[in-house]
Nanobody, 124 residues
């Protein structure tokens, strides 16, 4: 089983910065894509940023130019640097990893894992 643990959320003033981190552990065989999603109060979960093993990235239009996703493949970690934060960025941010895990029987299986979420609040 693959576990994801996020850290780095908190309260920040508009225009400020935060850096989220996510560590993947467990029965990982390989991770293809890692990403960040968010869910604001009363809204559906949305993709914020995605990075695949080659390093290619994809961003939501609302964060492009302000947020930067990066990953350390050797450590199975993904980061989200958030700059110029706005009140509308307030949400619970979730880490996601998609890849292959080795189950208890030693069989390789696809995995789509989620972290528990970390709160980001942008307010003065």
């Amino acid at each position: 089983q693959v576990q994801l643990v996020e850290s780095g959320g908190g309260l920040v003033q508009p225009g400020g910065s935060l850096r989220l981190s996510c560590a993947a552990s467990g029965s990982i065989f390989s991770i293809n894509a890692m990403g960040w999603f968010r869910r604001a109060p009363g809204k559906q979960r949305e993709l914020v940023a995605l990075i695949i093993s080659s390093g290619s990235t994809n961003y939501a239009g609302s964060v492009k130019g302000r947020f930067t996703i990066s990953r350390d493949n050797a450590k199975n970690m993904v980061y989200l640097q958030m700059n110029s934060l706005k009140p509308e960025d307030t949400a619970v941010y979730y880490c996601n990893a998609q890849g292959i895990e080795r189950n208890s029987a030693g069989v390789l299986m696809p995995v789509d894992a989620w972290g528990q979420g970390t709160q980001v609040t942008v307010s003065s």
